[in-house]
DNA sequence: GTTGACACGTTACGATATAACATACTAACA
DNA sequence: TGTTAGTATGTTATATCGTAACGTGTCAAC
């Protein structure tokens, strides 16, 4: 049951971010290139800005961190670039939390499902290959065809589980 | 948005509302009588308007209908009512849609998954047990302990996809 | 050198949700 | 019976999230 914290999903395990975060970065980039899509300036910031917190962030909080660096301070600036990556499988919307967050593995056909701790908000991004077969068949059941799925949980993390006083 | 909101489908077949509506109703009185919870006037007439629209809705909307009826008309009367009937299982929150849909099939466990036609706006609450299975043992990989779940589906329903260019 | 597509920026606003506080009902009980 | 504690409802005010609509700059195609 308790999973050993150097085998779980990235967000619940202890590693390099910087390092994790370049390597995603230079495969988002080979990957825009292979699709003809431009990550340009903002958008690749944008990613990065994601990747580096390793976190879901907010929208505005994004936006916040591109009006720093000298991007446009409105609304509009965070959420193109957000749905940009979105869209090219770069980041993920967790629609729980009105969070995006970069995606850990893009390129690789997967759809993932999130695991969000109320304990310490911290979010894991894991391979759901077996929730989206079963959604499939229940699709396919009532004739409905999926085009995109979320699929997010609620409960506490590894950690948490641990220190039952410290969850809200 | 479908032609006569009141009778748009929620689930991708034809029957009769009023009666579904009276018959959950009535399992939702007998429910909260057995959990000791109050289904006080308010929330009686939450779940009303959400059975008798028989589709997903915001809160916004479902508070407009209460204030008609003579209940608060501001935006905390509507979500405490809707946050009731989701916390009791009498209703769902779709959040992709950011909206609220009455629990088909109160009082009996299920973990729904919705599928959501992007062309009509119909939302569909479909029985997704093996889901809930796949999702238990991915939690159960990474140690993670879920308390709820939320597994939404954007793509078409069965009428939609014979139409194709009625599709947005 | 004009056209068309796209990206980026802005202003302005709309939509969704919650905090904080006041008032009333109800049930338990001295 | 009066008090008290808990719960429910209502309010005002504000926070947070998201988008419509439009102007400007860039760049490649013709």
Redesign the pocket.
């Given at each position: 049951m308790t999973a050993d914290p150097d085998t779980g999903p990235l967000a619940f395990r202890s590693h390099d971010h910087s390092h994790c975060a370049d390597g995603v970065l230079a495969e988002a980039d080979a990957l825009s290139e292979r699709q003809g899509?431009?990550l340009?300036?903002?958008?690749r910031r944008a990613l990065e800005i994601l990747l580096r917190s390793h976190r879901a962030m907010?929208?505005?909080e994004v936006l916040e961190r591109l009006a720093e660096d000298g991007?446009?301070?409105?609304?509009?600036?965070a959420?193109?670039?957000l749905d940009f990556l979105v869209d090219h499988g770069l980041a993920h919307r967790i629609r729980r939390l009105?969070a995006f967050a970069a995606c850990m593995c893009p390129g690789t056909a997967h759809r993932p499902a999130f695991f969000i701790c109320h304990a310490c908000n911290a979010v894991a991004e894991a391979p759901a290959d077996a929730v989206g077969r079963a959604m499939d068949s229940a699709a396919e059941a009532i004739g409905f065809s999926v085009e995109r799925m979320n699929v997010e949980a609620v409960g506490l993390c590894p950690a948490c589980r641990e220190v039952p006083h410290a969850a809200d």
């Open positions: 899509v431009k340009t300036p903002v958008r907010g929208a505005y991007f446009g301070k409105q609304p509009p600036v959420y193109r670039a009105n």
